[in-house]
């Protein structure tokens, strides 16, 4: 089975239980080392009106022959404006608990349809505060944040002024997201954590030469008690799908199925 069609069948796979819990599927990342890794990402659902800065985004991704979409999935119930009672706040984030749940039903059903034959390891998680992109239109949620595009082949900019040559690996401010591309703005990312411009004209990357695109959260550890004030910390940017505290599950492994983990991040901001 291909990494597309496995990618669609553990969409369609998941979606059921997913929803069920309220939660949107952002992803599914595949990767083959040895013994095969399948990631599932699920999100909470946002109005597109959210503030993207207070809560964390919720995209639902449809795999099909077209490629991927995203949507959101509005509320049954609508708050009594008669009652005095506040409406609870809305979750920013999956729990673990949600993430084992899935991870257990989606492990059945990938067991009853025999969709992988090799061994493999199976993770839900949240997608984090630095987030991997699956679509363009989940992207466009993130304009004005910092983004670590990774390239099949080196793209230059279009700029003739431009000095640098091609890259295979551009990061900087997202400022705008096209039907076929995005554009960055390169910025550097001192080792204390600050953002600073390449002083480098905008580079438009066509989203079919990006191999992984990733959201960078960027954050600036605190100074250290007893620190003299010259010693500056070391920033950094932390990884794709880990933005928040993460607890993992262990569930126990057999020939074909492996660990089943259940990962979450905690990302309200």
Known sequence: MTDQALRETVIRLAQPVVHSLGLLVWGVEIARAGRTLVRLFVDVPTAPQADEHQA????????????????????????????????????????????????????????????????????????????????????TRYVGDVV?????????????????????????????????GFVLAPVAISPEGDVEDENHPPVFLPWSSVRRATRMYIFKPPQKPGKKP????????????????????????????????????HTAS
Request: glycine fraction near 8%; charged fraction near 25%.
């Open 56 to 139: 964390a985004p919720g995209v639902s991704v449809v795999s099909s022959a077209a490629g991927i979409s995203d949507g959101f999935a509005p509320s049954d119930h609508s708050p009594d404006e008669s009652s005095d009672t506040p409406a609870p706040a809305a979750p920013t984030s999956a729990t673990i608990e949600q993430c084992e749940e899935i991870s257990r039903h989606l492990a059945l059903a990938l067991e009853v349809e025999d969709s992988i034959p090799d061994a493999y390891v199976l993770e839900v998680s949240t997608p984090g505060l630095s987030r991997l992109f699956f679509s363009l239109e989940q992207m």
């Open 230 to 265: 010259g010693n500056k910390p070391r920033g950094k940017a932390a990884p794709a799908g880990k933005g928040g505290q993460t607890a993992k599950k262990k569930a126990a492994s057999d020939k074909k199925t492996g660990n089943i983990v259940a990962d979450n991040d």
């Open 148 to 180: 670590e595009a990774r390239l099949h082949t080196p793209v230059a900019s279009t700029d003739p002024a431009a000095h640098g040559g091609p890259r295979r690996i551009w990061r900087g401010t997202l400022t705008a997201v096209e039907e076929e």
